[in-house]
T-cell receptor
């Protein structure tokens, strides 16, 4: 079955700098790659997603890139702000409904 | 937020006792999921359902069973709880994975402690 690996497990960046989180997946049939953000004590919420027919997608300060050949995808956050502090999860799925998550990255923004 | 409710929100139980967690949705979404969240492991899929009485195993299904007798309810049962099942359990719903409706909406979670 699908296996998703996520790195790093923790990340600390200066406010205003960029943050990058990377994930790899194992199932070449996976075609959907979402990213979720979980603030402390809250439920995970979708922040951005990408499908396998697209190489990059942007939404304001957030972007996701996908390399199907290498089976990896990344989340890029630019101009980080204190409210970006959270745990971020990548995930992968195919049309068979299973949505498998990575182990998460705890992002801290230093003032 | 999507209409998804988990109950109970918190539960403390003893090893060996049966436990049932309930997920109720008012969105009429076809797909429902149970995940557990543990430090260092992220969100791991336990079981999921793609329709009434249609369920399948996830990554960590041993020791868990599920039932879905109505579209709106998805039950997760620990037949004989163990300390390793102490976790936060999240229910999630989605419309139709693979066809554009893949977005997961999560419930608020259930904190389960098995002593």
């Amino acid at each position: 079955g699908e296996n998703v690996e996520q790195h790093p497990s923790t990340l600390s960046v200066q406010e205003g700098d960029s943050a990058v989180i990377k994930c790899t997946y194992s199932d070449s049939a996976s075609n959907y790659f979402p990213w979720y953000k979980q603030e402390l004590g809250k439920r995970p919420q979708l922040i951005i997603d990408i499908r396998s027919n697209v190489g990059e997608k942007k939404d304001q300060r957030i972007a996701v890139t996908l390399n199907k050949t290498a089976k990896h995808f990344s989340l890029h956050i630019t101009e980080t702000q204190p409210e970006d502090s959270a745990v971020y999860f990548c995930a992968a799925s195919n049309s068979a409904s299973k949505i498998i998550f990575g182990s998460g990255t705890r992002l801290s923004i230093r003032p | 937020d999507a209409g998804i409710t988990q109950s109970p929100r918190h539960k403390v139980t003893e090893t060996g006792t049966p436990v049932t967690l309930r997920c109720h949705q008012t969105e009429n979404h076809r797909y429902m999921y149970w995940y557990r969240q543990d430090p260092g492991h992220g969100l791991r899929l336990i079981h999921y359902s793609y329709g009434v009485k249609d369920t399948d195993k996830g990554e960590v299904s041993d020791g868990y069973s599920v039932s879905r007798s109505k579209t709106e309810d998805f039950l997760l049962t620990l037949e004989s709880a163990t300390s390793s099942q102490t976790s936060v359990y999240f229910c999630a719903i989605s419309e139709t994975p693979g066809t554009g409706g893949d977005k997961l909406f999560f419930g608020s979670g259930t904190q389960l402690s098995v002593l």
